[in-house]
């Protein structure tokens, strides 16, 4: 099972990350679906962006509580406490969706397919930055593919629009 986006290239974490009907940005810490905020603890939220760092792997309970209470000494009730309010918050269950699963003796681990969706300054400057290879026509002449070219520039204006719409 493939659960890592195969376009994916770099750190998770830099981005927004997308997973069901869901959008996770680790920067903003802030959870969507559907565009609207998720309300959601923040020790819940850390506890999600920890799991998701780390697809498909088994990550320890020591070691989520170790990033989550860092400096506090936590027993694990608490980890299943808010990991039972993570569930709760991302409907799981209904409709026979996982995304968080217990690894018997081991810890927990984020199941749910993912992808990595560029945040809108970095699409906003590969938009600018890249360029569209010339292409030829009949008579020699080279041309860019202006319907490209204006499908990533509108875009990209999307995006920043949207972010800086949301951000007010």
């Known amino acids: 099972m493939n ?4 376009q994916f290239r770099g ?3 830099q981005d927004l990350i997308c997973f069901g009907p869901f959008r996770l940005s680790t920067t903003e810490r802030l959870l969507e679906k559907g565009g609207e905020p998720v309300q959601l603890g923040s020790r819940a939220l ?20 170790a990033k989550v209470w860092p400096d506090l000494v ?5 980890l299943r406490y808010h990991i039972l309010a993570l569930r709760k918050a991302l409907g799981q269950g209904r ?3 996982r995304y968080v699963t217990n ?13 990595r969706v560029a945040s809108a300054r970095e699409e906003f ?10 292409k030829s026509n009949q ?23 949207r972010r800086t719409w949301r951000d007010r």
């Open 3 to 6: 659960i890592v986006d195969p």
């Open 46 to 65: 850390d506890i999600l962006i920890v799991l998701v760092e780390r697809p498909a792997e088994v990550v320890s309970k020591k070691e989520l509580i």
């Open 125 to 134: 400057a590969r938009t600018f930055t890249r360029r569209s290879s010339p």
């Open 139 to 161: 008579n020699g002449r080279t041309r860019r593919n202006s319907s490209a070219y204006l499908g990533r520039v509108v875009r990209a204006a999307l995006l920043h629009h």
């Open 74 to 78: 936590v027993d694990d009730g608490s």
């Open 11 to 13: 750190p998770i974490s």
């Open 103 to 115: 690894v018997s003796g081991r810890g927990y681990c984020f199941v749910a397919p993912i992808s």
């Open 95 to 97: 409709s026979n969706t």
